[in-house]
């Protein structure tokens, strides 16, 4: 190795921070979403409870796994599919049985593509 240990140091450094840098301005990005979406969503319900956001995220769940797992424009066909599935079984079905239908889709979804609709099968090495 005939580098000088003093441009290793410094390359290494600022490739670390770049990246850490990168997540960290990530994640705090993230958490400020999720806060303002908490706080949207607790001003329309008159009590908070510790089952206030269960349904969002169950949904948020459910929209990924539609899409498939890992796949950004998946989970993207997959929440437009949720909300476009939920709003017909609201307007032409029932009101009440509308979450059941939007699960009962997604297992079926699920039976017929396992990975999702624009996910990729993986194989497992053993």
Partial sequence: ????????????????????????????????????????????????TPYTGSMPGIRAFTAAVFGGIGSIPGAMLGGILLGVIETFSKAYLSPQFSDAIVFAVLIVILLVKPAGLLGKQVQEKV
């Fill in 1 to 48: 190795m005939a580098c000088a240990p003093f441009t290793v140091a410094i390359f290494n450094t600022s490739f670390a921070s770049t990246a850490e840098a990168s997540i960290s301005l990530t994640f705090a990005i993230g958490s400020a979403l999720a806060a303002i979406a908490g706080m949207l969503l607790c001003s329309s319900y008159p009590a908070l």
